[in-house]
């Protein structure tokens, strides 16, 4: 079953605009995580916050967690064609499944960069 | 490039067979993960082993096993399949929180 919700489902930018994902998820984590996927392709790692961070930066990519309202944002800045693909959220937990660490993700959103 | 390696990369076959995917962890990599993505159920988690054992099972169907080498190679297999296992399946291997994930095999049962 999914854990949660990405919002929006599509979103469509001007190349050099930013964009904003929304993630939330139902139970405690560990930890949450994005990933990218190119059109039917495997999926990319992009960034990694601790249920104990706020805030994490990478490059573009700024994401923030509120453990208290379970969700999370993934903000891309300065977007490029090349940034054209769906973006996952995943989470790790909950925090009583200590050494389980499969991922469950979110619905996904996709995100096509307008050159 | 994540370093994962699965195949085949596409695989047809019939309704009722069995196959079997592959998958080769990065080096040094002790988890093996197998995510099934499909149209109407998203992805989802599947099964992980860790060090030749299974370690977490998620919604893997009776007619799907898994294992894992002592090579640390896995594979998956799936058998009596039906039309609705068409999906892509990832495999992913982690030595800590970041999972990285095999380019996957499409599936298709016709």
């Known amino acids: 079953s999914q854990q949660g919700e990405e919002d929006p489902q599509a979103l469509s930018i001007q190349e050099g605009e930013n964009a904003t994902m929304n993630c939330s998820y139902k139970t405690s984590i560990n930890n949450l995580q994005w990933y990218r996927q190119n059109s039917g392709r495997g999926l990319v790692h992009l960034i990694l916050?601790?249920?104990?961070?706020r805030e994490k930066h990478s490059g573009r990519l700024r994401v923030t967690l509120d453990t208290s309202k379970k969700s999370s944002s993934l903000l891309i800045t300065a977007s490029r064609a090349a940034d054209t693909a769906s973006y996952f959220c995943a989470t790790v937990g909950p925090i009583s499944n200590f050494g389980n660490e499969k991922l469950t993700f979110g619905t996904g959103t996709r995100l096509t960069i307008i050159p | 490039d994540s370093g994962v390696t699965q195949t085949p990369k596409h695989l047809i076959t019939a309704t009722g067979q069995r196959v079997t995917l592959r998958c080769s962890p990065r080096s040094g990599d002790l988890s093996v993960y197998w995510y099934q993505q499909s149209l109407d159920q998203g992805l989802q988690f599947l099964i992980q082993?860790?060090?030749?054992?299974?370690?977490a099972k998620g919604n893997i169907l009776e007619r799907f096993s898994a294992q894992q080498f002592p090579d640390l190679h896995s594979e998956l297999n799936l058998s009596s399949l039906e039309l609705g296992d068409s999906a892509l399946y990832f495999c992913?291997?982690?030595?800590?929180?970041?999972?990285?994930f095999g380019p996957g095999t499409r599936l298709t049962v016709l």
């Open positions: 992913a291997s982690s030595a800590s929180d970041t999972q990285y």
């Open positions: 082993y860790y060090n030749g054992e299974e370690r």
């Open positions: 916050i601790r249920s104990n961070e």
